[in-house]
């Protein structure tokens, strides 16, 4: 699913949904210590990050809410112990550094910078990691390429990666569902899908640490119990005024994790996820399947790599499957938001697991 474009400047269209209705879970678990080792493999080592100039990197991974964001530093930064759920609202880290030089003069004022980012090493290899505050919805289109080109021409990376929560396109993707994907189409309003002009590349994640027999033992399933998601549902309708069960809301039970998550590496294909920066809703009657999930930046950023030749994909994780066809529109997104509220801190957790391993089994 994709929300409506930003109501409120300078924040994600779920962080602007989340200002008015903040549904809440008990008893969340944190986030557990990532086992790098059952792997063979070390933690990312984490040099100074210096301030104001962006390092050199083989690869950038772009994130982009504070969910994900929270997810990143863990998998990247500090699984070594385990972090709670409080702070899948938090909006600082210490170690990141803000990136705002060389503007646009032509910028919104309340626009005021880029990105965060900090240096990791896996391995040898340096990582820039970045949270972006550029999106396509706000400031737009222009200042996301800018980004983009911004990034290719002083880290010089030979790969950029972008992560983080999507809406499911595919109806039997249940809630947690990672997909990787090396193409981006987007979404033209009044077009027909066959004029949505696809951004493609051939880059191909690497499966050996996805194919090691203890991978899915570093995966953490989506925490939704029938408690939790029916006191969702009560907070949903007392905020919105409805009365719907949650078998309305969810007939299918997409909003239950599977018991170990899917992760499918589908780079190097022909699959595409689909970007818009309008209201967009995959549904149960699989109006947009064609496609592996629904965001709202990619296409844009693949656009803008293809053109100096660097390599691209996409990370993207369901934190809120696809949505019941015989609910309104408006109802679709807000329960989507819903879901995204509770859980997308654990849905991102097994993106950034996903893709934490793609870049250290290279």
Request: net charge neutral.
């Amino acid at each position: 699913m994709v929300h409506n474009p930003k109501l409120r400047l300078g924040v994600t269209a779920h962080e602007t949904l989340r200002a008015a209705f903040r549904p809440s879970i008990a008893n969340a678990p944190p986030l557990p210590v990532v086992n790098y080792g059952l792997l063979g493999q070390q933690a990312p080592s984490l040099p100074t990050t210096p301030a104001n100039t962006l390092p050199k990197a083989s690869t950038v991974v772009i994130t982009w809410t504070d969910a994900e964001w929270a997810a990143l530093q863990h998998v990247f930064c500090s699984g070594n112990t385990t972090m709670a759920y409080s702070n899948h609202t938090r909006g600082s880290w210490i170690g990141w550094e803000k990136y705002a030089k060389n503007l646009p003069h032509s910028a919104p004022s309340q626009w005021n910078y880029w990105f965060y980012y900090r240096i990791v090493h896996i391995g040898t290899e340096p990582v820039l990691l970045c949270k972006s505050n550029t999106h396509l919805d706000w400031p737009g289109a222009l200042y996301l390429e800018a980004m983009i080109d911004l990034l290719v021409k002083d880290v010089q990376p030979r790969l950029i990666l972008s992560i983080g929560t999507a809406g499911g396109a595919k109806p039997q993707d249940h809630i947690g569902t990672v997909r990787a994907v090396s193409a981006g189409t987007l979404y033209k309003t009044g077009q027909p899908s066959s004029n949505w002009p696809e951004y493609k590349n051939i880059w191909t994640g690497n499966n050996t640490l996805l194919d090691h027999a203890k991978f899915k033992q570093l995966l953490f399933a989506v925490p939704t119990k029938t408690s939790d998601l029916e006191t969702l549902c009560t907070q949903f309708n007392q905020h919105y005024g409805t009365t719907y069960t949650l078998s309305q809301l969810d007939p299918n039970e997409l909003n239950y994790g599977d018991p170990t998550p899917q992760i499918d590496n589908q780079t190097g294909g022909g699959a595409s996820l689909l970007t818009s920066s309008t209201f967009v809703v995959g549904t149960t009657a699989g109006n947009y399947e064609a496609f592996t999930a629904i965001e709202m930046d990619d296409a844009v950023g693949g656009e803008a790599c293809a053109k100096s030749n660097t390599a691209f994909g996409f990370v993207r994780n369901i934190s809120d499957p696809v949505q019941a066809a015989t609910l309104p529109t408006k109802v679709q997104g807000n329960w989507g938001s819903a879901v995204y509220d509770a859980y997308g801190f654990y849905t991102s957790y097994n993106g950034a697991i996903a893709t934490w391993a793609i870049l250290a089994g290279a």
